[in-house]
Structure formats: C-alpha cells, structure tokens
C-alpha cells in the first residue's frame, strides 16, 4: 500500500543524527542556535518550540490579547489549529472559506463579532494565502504555514506574510525534524515575548538537538525536495484531466515544487467509493481535511456553504518527494482511470 505520507530521509539525515548520538548530548549546547540561525535567514528571528501547535499557540499567545478574545480562522482547517487558539485562553471565531479552500476578506469580515481581536491564516496543502488583502481589517495576523515549505517564507513579497508565522515539522510536514515547530518574527517586533514563551515551553519539552539535527539536514535539502515535488505534480497534472486539477492549479500562489498537497475535486462523485477504488489498487487517499471545525462546535452546516463543498468534493492523493518514479506512475495512472 502506498501511503499518503511519509518523510524523505536520507544519508544526511542518518549522518546528523549519528553526529548528536556520539556526542551524548541530547539537549543544550550551539546546534539549537545553528538551526534558529538558518530559519532566520529564511526571514526575521525564529523560535523553536516542541510542536507545530505549540508553536501556535506561542504565536497567539506574544499578541497579549485579552483574555477569551476571539480570533477568527477558517472552518476548514486542522483541529490542531484551534486547539492552540483554545491553549492560548482565547475564543475561535469560526468563518467560511472562498471556493478554494481559503477564507478571504469578505468570508471573514462575514464572521467577525465585536470580541475579534485577531485574524489567523491558515491555508492548507501549502498554498501562501497573501496576508496583504486582510490588512483593511485592521487586525494583528497570525500565517499558519504549518502545511508550507519554509522556502516560502523567505520568498514571499512585501506584505505578504502576517505579523508572525509558524511552521512544523512533525514527520509529514514539509520539512521533517521529528517532530517540533517553529515561529518566525518577520518584522522582529515580538521577539522578547517569544523568547518567554519559548524557555517556558522548554522547560516542559524541548526542541531537542535530534529533531534540530535532523531539520538542519532537510533544510539544506529544500531543493532536493523542491525538485522532486515539481516532476510529481507535473506528471499528475499532465496525466489528470483538467477538470478535477483546475480548482488547484486556480489557487497555486507558490512555487509548484513548493506545494505540499496534491488534492483534486471528485465533483460528484462519492467520496468514500472513489477512497475505496485507491484503496483496492493499493493507494491511501485522504479528504483534504478529516473534518470541519464548525461541526466539531456544533454549528450549522448553512454558514460554511463554501467549506462544505470543499469538503465533500476534494480528495487528496500521496505527494511526496519520498515517492518513487513506479510508485507516482502508478497513482498518476490508477487517478486517470478512476477519475475521467
């Protein structure tokens, strides 16, 4: 069965970790630093943190918000999202997205209640979501690129990225470090709060000197990666037709080999049949997300029409550098079979 993810590790990521095992220190020293280092070249300062939610939720927490201030995000997001909204003491204000995944101005300024007192961004499949269009609503921006590659970060222009950024790296992340997560301070504006937050957290779980090994390794690989997502998703576009791949290729705002997903609209067809085909011809494909916020709180499936839609007809196939040239043939094939 090929799986839905799985991390590209390679002799660079054995020989790091060998590196930390000999040298029996597990926490503390300089290598944290080197690594804090090569994200800030990325863009601004950064901050290490043990989990991409805690990450989060450090993000959330350096805006010093009020107590049970609402942050508005989109119903078609990770339920670690709002988790961390929730850690943070604050209240998710749950919004709907445009017809391509994403909230946008007018789908959140729909939602947003007198107690909103940040935005948070949250694009999946590592779309960028330019932050610049929400600034008309005059809110602090939090840019969940916890699905995105670091790359594009440091590649996106001017305005583009909200006042902080997070990033993961659990093992099916773009960027595997065993785990961890990371803000970046584009702006440097908040960095003694995310200091506090980050030796807080430390103290509790560190980022330990194996994931920071193992993240120095894939970051100097971004590249490698980059190229090999860029020959997959050319051969699934060239093999697909064009109505299940034209909603992505519409909302593409990176770099192709910087995309983390690959996802296709099934239109009307049943999800759960079209899963079970992929599953017979030994493929794993998931939704795009595994379920939407405002059902988790109760709310009504009316005032999230978009994410419904969303929901229902998008499918997510394995695509991932790790895949081998059989391997992405044989789903490239198998989806045209099934999805003409």
Request: hydrophobic share 45%; aromatic share 8%; with cysteine.
């Amino acid at each position: 069965m090929i799986p839905h993810s799985r991390p590209w590790i390679g002799l660079a990521e054995h020989d790091a970790v060998d590196e930390v095992l000999r040298s029996n220190m597990f926490v503390g020293g300089n290598l944290s630093g080197r690594f804090r280092a090569a994200l800030a070249e990325v863009r601004g300062a950064s901050f290490l943190f043990p989990s991409g939610r805690l990450a989060l939720r450090a993000a959330l927490s350096a805006l010093d918000l009020p107590s049970g201030a609402g942050v508005i995000v989109q119903t078609y997001v990770c339920n670690a999202v709002v988790w961390a909204i929730r850690a943070a003491g604050l209240t998710p204000i749950l919004c709907d997205t445009g017809p391509n995944w994403i909230a946008t101005p007018n789908t959140i300024s729909a939602a947003m209640t007198p107690s909103c007192a940040a935005i948070l961004l949250a694009p999946p499949f590592g779309l960028l979501q330019s932050a610049e269009p929400f600034r008309v609503l005059g809110l602090p921006i939090i840019h969940d690129l916890c699905q995105a590659s670091p790359a594009i970060v440091s590649k996106a222009p001017g305005d583009a990225l909200g006042d902080l950024v997070t990033l993961s790296f659990h093992p099916t992340k773009y960027l595997c470090a065993a785990g961890g997560g990371a803000v970046v301070d584009p702006r440097v504006t908040y960095g003694a709060r995310l200091r506090l937050e980050e030796s807080t957290i430390a103290e509790m779980g560190p980022f330990n000197n194996i994931q920071v090994a193992m993240g120095l390794a894939q970051l100097a690989r971004l590249p490698e990666f980059a190229a090999r997502r860029d020959a997959i998703l050319n051969l699934f576009l060239k093999s697909l037709p064009k109505t299940v791949t034209k909603r992505l290729s519409a909302a593409l705002d990176v770099n192709t080999g910087d995309l983390f997903r690959f996802v296709v609209d099934i239109g009307s067809r049943d999800f759960d049949q079209i899963s079970l085909l992929f599953a017979e011809a030994g493929i794993t494909a998931r939704r795009g997300v595994d379920q939407l916020a405002h059902r988790i709180a109760g709310l009504p499936d009316a005032h999230f029409p978009n994410a419904i839609h969303c929901f229902y007809t998008t499918l997510s196939l394995p695509f991932y550098p790790a895949l081998d040239e059989g391997d992405a043939q044989k789903i490239a094939m198998t989806a045209r079979q099934l999805l003409q």
